[in-house]
Structures are given as structure tokens and as C-alpha cells.
């Protein structure tokens, strides 16, 4: 079964081992469960065993077993936490994978295109993909279905409906 990243440990919180997280999960809740065993990439940071999690002004705070000071949680930044891939997302029409997304051509209605998709950003709302548009520069476009009605990942495409400007390919 594959890996997936579920978050990325970022700068240290405090004094006794908490890190800030960016998530990679829709879930979080469900995911970072006090006693969880994450692996790690690099693998040599891990095991990571889940001391505790909680959410403070809208930032998730992990601590780890291995990491009870803000020395040892330094030494953690960058780190990603890894989970077996759920199969019963594999079922789901709308549910992806981060890394089912980057690299996947984006085009518009009528198949031309506009770019490839270089990252997901997690925000409380709705999600952005990043995109490298055709002329070089970067967009973002809400991953909400009124603008991203097709995702194509056996056929490695996306379908961005943008309205005007969203999306502009011509270069500045």
C-alpha cells in the first residue's frame, strides 16, 4: 500500500516540543490522534509517536514522544508525516491525494492549455491549486467544482473553468 503525506512539521511552538503543521489531510481530527505512529520522511526522524495535537488560532500544534523540548522539535522542521493511503478514498469521485494532483495538465473547457498544477494549498475554506501557467507565471484557482469541474488523474488532466482574468496566460 502507498504512503501519503498527511502533514509538513514546520517551526517549533513553545517549550516543550510543539510544532505548527502544514496539514496535507482533510481530516486532521481523525489523523493526528494522541498515541499515532506516523513514519517520516527523512525516514531517520522517525518514528514519531503523537504526544499531543490541539488547534490554537487556527494552527495545528503537534507534539511528539521523541521530541520533549524545543531543541528536539527544531531538529523535526521540515519533516513530513507519512500514513498508509486510505483504499476507501480510491472510491470517492471527488476525493484526492496532493500528490494525485501535482503534475497534472490543466486545461480549459475546450482542452486548451493553460498550465500544470504544482501544489495544493490546505486553507479553512476551500483549498487552491497553484498553477504554472503556459506563459510562466503562477495562478490560483479555488478547488471548488463550479471552477474545477473535471479531474482526470488516469488521463493526467484538470478542467479549469476561470472566469476572465483568473487565469491569464499572456505574459505581463
Known amino acids: 500500500m502507498d504512503s501519503v503525506v498527511v502533514a509538513r512539521i514546520g517551526k517549533p511552538h513553545g517549550l516543550k516540543g510543539e510544532v505548527t503543521v502544514r496539514l496535507h489531510t482533510d481530516a486532521p481530527d481523525d489523523r493526528f490522534v494522541v498515541g499515532a505512529i506516523f513514519r517520516t520522511d527523512p525516514a531517520a526522524r522517525g518514528p514519531l509517536t503523537l504526544r499531543t495535537h490541539r488547534v490554537h488560532n487556527g494552527i495545528h500544534l503537534l507534539a511528539f514522544e521523541e521530541a ?100 491569464d496566460t499572456s505574459e505581463a
Do not use: C, S
Not at 501535482?102 to 483549498?127: A, F, K, N, S, W
Open 68 to 167: 520533549m523540548d524545543r531543541t528536539a522539535a527544531e531538529g523535526l522542521r521540515g519533516t513530513q508525516l507519512l500514513v498508509e493511503a486510505l483504499e476507501d478514498v480510491e472510491d470517492e469521485d471527488d476525493a484526492w491525494y496532493a500528490d494525485d494532483l501535482i503534475g497534472l495538465t490543466v486545461v480549459d473547457p475546450q482542452g486548451v492549455e493553460l498550465g500544470t498544477v504544482v501544489e495544493l494549498h490546505d486553507r479553512p475554506v476551500q483549498d487552491l491549486l497553484e498553477v504554472r501557467l503556459v506563459g510562466g507565471r503562477t495562478g490560483y484557482v479555488p478547488f471548488v467544482e463550479q471552477l474545477v469541474p473535471d479531474v482526470d488523474i488516469d488521463g493526467g488532466r484538470i478542467v479549469v473553468d476561470a472566469p476572465p482574468g483568473l487565469l
